[in-house]
């Protein structure tokens, strides 16, 4: 029946959150922890990251949103973005959750600013299409909503383990090091995120156009945030 979504690819839509909850909910949760008690960072270092990070994103959103208006390949507009940014951004959150304690003040703020502005940037590349890709998936109103729902419940579950494993996983990998610790989880939930996104990709299909003109151009996107 056209329109009509299988099964699986309900479920596999549902997993993208599921790899997008089990690395933004690790980072939004323990990322200022790790920096400040892990990592050494001075808390204001960490705060003034966290909102210059905010301009960054308003700025990374709309020029991501422009390529994948202009993305065109086999496997559609934003599916691709799944399949090649999801390992990248992985390797990102490892990275940023890569302590190095020994340095100096000033190398651990650029390494900070550097590893989480270029996370910040991973993530958009993958959750901005992901969440677009629904509308590409369907017409049909009510396989959309089945999707959304997929995605809701997903995510629901992902925060709970989430909320549940990581601090005793965070001391059983260390044994005692919190170094270890997060850099352990980092690379675990770095292979969820990328192996859901992957999933999602293999399972999914982009079967409508939509048309970029919908959207603003971006030099307008970027007049409205400089205003």
């Known amino acids: 029946m056209p329109g009509k979504i299988?099964?699986?690819?309900k479920f596999a839509y549902g997993m993208g959150d599921v790899g997008c909850n089990f690395s933004?909910?690790?980072v939004g949760n323990f990322l200022m922890i790790f920096y400040t008690d892990v990592f050494g960072i001075?808390?204001?270092a960490v705060a003034t990251l966290m909102l210059l990070s905010r301009f960054w994103d308003a700025i990374n959103d709309p020029v991501i949103g422009s390529l994948t208006d202009k993305t065109h390949s086999r496997w559609g507009r934003f599916r691709p973005w799944l399949l090649f940014g999801a390992p990248i951004t992985a390797l990102l959150l490892t990275l940023t959750f890569w302590a190095h304690p020994?340095?100096?003040?000033t190398a651990k703020v650029v390494y900070m600013a550097?590893?989480?502005?270029?996370?910040?940037l991973g993530y958009t590349c993958v959750n901005l299409p992901y969440g677009t890709l629904?509308?590409?998936?369907?017409?049909d109103i009510d396989e959309r909503a089945q999707l959304n729902t997929s995605r809701s419940v997903s995510a629901m579950i992902a925060i709970g383990v989430i909320n549940i494993i990581t601090v005793p996983l965070i001391g059983w990998l260390g044994n005692d090091n919190p170094k270890q610790g997060y850099l352990s989880v980092a690379v675990i939930y770095g292979l969820i995120f990328a192996a859901c996104h992957l999933f999602c990709f293999s399972k999914t299909r982009e079967v409508v156009a939509i048309p970029p003109q919908q959207k603003l151009d971006l030099r307008t996107q970027l007049k409205a945030i400089v205003h």
Do not use: K, R
């Not at 299988?6 to 690819?9: E, F, M, N, Q």
């Not at 020994?102 to 003040?105: F, P």
């Not at 629904?134 to 017409?139: D, P």
């Open 134 to 139: 629904c509308g590409a998936m369907t017409q």
């Open 24 to 26: 933004w909910m690790f």
């Open 102 to 105: 020994e340095w100096s003040q």
């Open 42 to 44: 001075s808390m204001g």
């Open 114 to 120: 550097i590893t989480y502005c270029l996370l910040v």
């Open 6 to 9: 299988s099964l699986i690819s």
